[in-house]
């Protein structure tokens, strides 16, 4: 008698774990190979991808660089692509272009130096004139118009910061 309660309760699992599997493959139908959750497309991949990576703004106002060169009151510097801003399968880097930011009358130029701490903590920070900027310098331009394609533009702002 205890042999055939024991087959009943091992035939009733079998069936009740062959029907969650058959089940489940019957909600993943259609989901990629095998029904493993695979995106189906293309579409679907670009929108994975853009959760892990997401996508530059339709408007940049500011750009980092290293200046190469300063010719008048015009600074060439070397910026990251904002357009290549996925990782490479190759490891190669980012590619690199060269913006041209022109100074106004009203450019503010600063140094933050955090090397130089105020009693709460801030960074010190001084006034610059472009002269004090040379070649190889980090720095960092702000704009009041959309300088996301802009190879040449007006910035307002330059901040050079010492770590």
């Known amino acids: ?3 055939t309660i024991y087959i009943i309760i091992a035939l009733a699992a079998i069936a009740l774990i062959a029907s969650f599997i058959y089940n489940l493959g019957i909600k993943k139908e259609g989901a990629g190979p ?3 959750g695979m ?4 579409e679907d991949l670009k ?3 853009d959760l892990a990576f997401p996508p530059p703004p339709a408007e ?4 980092s660089g ?3 060169t300063i010719v008048g009151a015009t600074i060439a510097m070397e910026v990251d692509d904002p357009e290549d801003y996925l990782p490479h399968p190759d490891g190669s880097p980012r590619r690199k272009q060269t913006r041209f930011a022109s100074l106004l009358a009203e450019t503010k130029i600063t140094l933050i130096d955090t090397t130089q701490l105020d009693r709460e903590g801030n960074p010190k920070v001084t006034n610059l004139k472009l002269a004090d900027l040379k070649t190889g310098y ?4 702000w704009s009041s118009q959309n300088i996301k394609t802009a ?11 010492k770590y």
């Not at 533009?153 to 050079?160: M, N, P, S, Y």
């Open 1 to 3: 008698m205890k042999k």
């Open 151 to 161: 190879q040449k533009f007006d910035v307002t702002e330059i901040q050079l910061v």
């Open 60 to 63: 940049i106002f500011s750009l």
């Open 39 to 42: 995106p189906q497309t293309k």
């Open 138 to 141: 980090a720095i960092t331009v």
């Open 47 to 49: 929108k994975l991808v």
């Open 34 to 36: 095998a029904g493993a």
């Open 66 to 68: 290293v200046v190469k």
